[in-house]
Antibody, heavy 116, light 108 residues
């Protein structure tokens, strides 16, 4: 069974930084696009970013461009999201998901709270 | 950016009854439409992709239809575990993926 486990969330002040990780197992990680999707408290789903198998293509939602960076380490079966210059509106549960255009499998999410 | 609109916001249904959820796209997305189920405190789960193809392990009581701008998710006979939030998502014009705002299916 596909396993995706996010970590790295927490409380951070506005303007701060955080790095999320997603550990993947039970599938060939290097063969799949991977994505980050977030969900603000009590709100709907918002796609954040995705990355091609070899990291050569990356795409972002406009609201995080220039602040967030998606990356991966296929040797470690891991996906990352470096989040800089965080804002209150970035507060959300962040999910990693397997897939280029749909979320075939999802992790349980990690909560990021941006507050002073 | 394509805007996805789901209706109704809340659907009250009795167990065993049929539930019909709608999703409309602001422009054609062909058949590049997915449906997800999300229960409180859980991650979303992919139900349908390609507008009508059930994902692995999804019961046959879930069916999707539509193309272009109008889509429907039908749950033929609601089970207790089906009461949840449902989201549609288009992937015909990406980035970004865009989701509807969700339909909550609650027990009547």
């Amino acid at each position: 069974e596909v396993q995706l486990v996010e970590s790295g969330g927490g409380l951070v002040q506005p303007g701060g930084s955080l790095r999320l990780s997603c550990a993947a197992s039970e599938f060939i990680f290097s063969s799949y696009w991977m994505s980050w999707v977030r969900q603000a408290p009590g709100k709907g789903l918002e796609w954040v970013a995705n990355i091609k198998q070899d990291g050569s293509e990356k795409y972002y939602v406009d609201s995080v461009k220039g602040r967030f960076t998606i990356s991966r380490d296929n040797a470690k079966n891991s996906l990352y999201l470096q989040m800089n210059t965080l804002r209150a509106e970035d507060t959300a549960v962040y999910y990693c998901a397997r897939g280029q255009v749909v979320g075939e499998n999802w992790g349980q999410g990690t909560l990021v709270t941006v507050s002073s | 950016e394509i805007v996805m609109t789901q209706s109704p916001a809340t659907l009250s249904v009795s167990p065993g009854e049929r539930a019909t959820l709608s999703c409309r796209a602001s422009q054609s997305v062909s058949s590049n439409l997915a449906w997800y189920q999300q229960k409180p405190g859980q991650a979303p789960r992919l139900l349908i992709y390609g507008a009508s193809t059930r994902a692995t392990g999804i019961p046959a009581r879930f069916s999707g239809s539509g193309s272009g701008t109008e889509f429907t998710l039908t749950i033929s006979s609601l089970q207790s575990e089906d009461f949840a939030l449902y989201y549609c998502q288009q992937y015909n014009h990406w980035p970004p993926w865009t989701f509807g705002q969700g339909t909550k299916v609650e027990i009547q």
